[in-house]
């Protein structure tokens, strides 16, 4: 493998990378100044957010990731030399990001119903519906924008994006202070406060993500193509919606599967509940490195596969490996040394901060397994390759990583009961079996790509 890395490749994905990991950590700074906020507020509070935001962050995660693979498509489209074809593209992801914006909402409201059935705590419940009430009105700007998003990504442009993340990150920690405590005319919303923000802020990031894209010469004449009325045309459509679905499917199973672990630990208590959600917020920011360097490896793979370079997307494959792994193992050691301080950020609270502390280090430990079927299913899909993904994820997180989570957390069926701990230990499992067979997928996808005669 090492054999194979690249410099020049390596500079390419880190100059799409980069400013995708700045963007998508200052798009999750929104949550953890939701949780800061939150737990400013109250351990209370901070459980209902932490519910609200378990419960419903799965269904548009999902979403986004099933209008993601528009990024791919138009990259290979550009590795063809069949740019022409990208407007058409995007007006029809327009109209399929409408209607996965109306099913979302309606996935998360029904959600909302039943939180008060599997919460142990009424008043964390009634918060948490409330926070999936305000944010839900954000949602539609939030899946538009990845159209828009994935247009830039396709060209290999990630920098609008950070700049767009720098923009709502800005606004958020004032907005979230508002509606939380209240200022001025608006009254002290609580934790709910935190859904209300974000969705304005959601509402923001994507009418300046659009200004930017139709103020640049080289997108303008594709967005002018997308926001024409056009009746739909099936084909692009169930493209995009044949690749897309089981990456929203898997994305769904993957989120969902954090959300009832989440769930599953509530029934211990507003303090154990604010811990797992503390150290949540700590790993998905950490997940952003390989999360974006997942993003710009499936750029980078559907182009050399549109181009039919053999050589270039095994280099590709070695490089982004090798680029990840160091990565991580960095941002591995540094999280586990600042725990304390990072923890005090979060909250005061000694009972949530002791717990808390031991989940930061399983966080961190199972990084490395994460990171890397983050990468093999971003090359998965760019290489168009992404049903498995789903069968995968599914198997890993639902049938493996769900029963060995509630085992582990509330039974002594393995060991005594571990409470929270018990989450990330199922997590650490689930996430190497799930980082081991999609790499020998990879490995499969590409001797059969090569054979066939796809890349040469």
Known sequence: MIR????????????????????YVLQMTMGVIDTIVAGQAGPTELAGVAMGNSSSFPFFLAAGATI???????????GEGRSARIGHILNNGKILAAILGVLTIGAMLSVSLIIPSISSDAQSATIAQHYIYYLSL???????????????????????????????????????????????????????????????????????????????????????QMLRWRRIDWKPCKRILTLGIPLG??????????????????????????????????????FMFPLSMSIAASIRAAYHIGQKDATKFKQLVATALVTTLCGVSIIMCASITLRYPLLRCY???????????????????????????????????????????????????????????FILIRTDLIVPAMGPAGAWVSFIVALTATAILLSLRLRHTTRKMITQGDIY
């Open 347 to 405: 909250t005061d609270e000694t009972a949530i901060i002791d717990i808390a502390q031991l989940l930061i280090i399983l966080c961190a430990l199972y990084q490395i397994p994460d990171a890397i079927q983050a990468l093999m299913n971003g090359i998965l899909r760019g290489c168009h390759d992404t049903r498995i993904i789903t069968a995968v994820t599914i198997s890993c997180y639902w049938m493996l990583g769900v029963p060995l989570s």
């Open 4 to 23: 194979f890395f690249n410099m020049e490749e390596c500079r390419r994905l880190l100059a799409l990378m980069l400013p995708l990991f700045a963007a």
């Open 249 to 286: 499917f898997a994305t769904l199973a993957e989120a969902s599967f954090f959300g009832v672990v989440t769930l599953i630990i509530a029934a211990l208590g507003v303090v154990a509940v604010g811990a797992q959600q503390i150290a949540i917020s700590v790993s998905s920011i950490i």
């Open 138 to 224: 954000g949602i539609p700007a939030l899946i538009m924008q990845r159209v828009i998003q994935s247009n830039f990504e396709g060209h290999s442009q990630t920098r609008p994006a950070m700049v767009v993340g720098l923009f709502g990150a800005l606004l958020n920690y004032p907005l979230n202070v508002s509606f939380v405590f209240g200022w001025g005319p608006i009254p002290a919303m609580g934790g709910a406060g935190c859904g209300l923000a974000t969705a304005l802020i959601n509402i923001a990031n994507f009418a300046a993500l659009f200004a930017l894209s139709y103020s640049s010469s080289r997108h303008r004449g594709y967005i002018k």
């Open 68 to 78: 993601s693979i528009i990024g791919p498509i138009i990259s290979r489209l550009r």
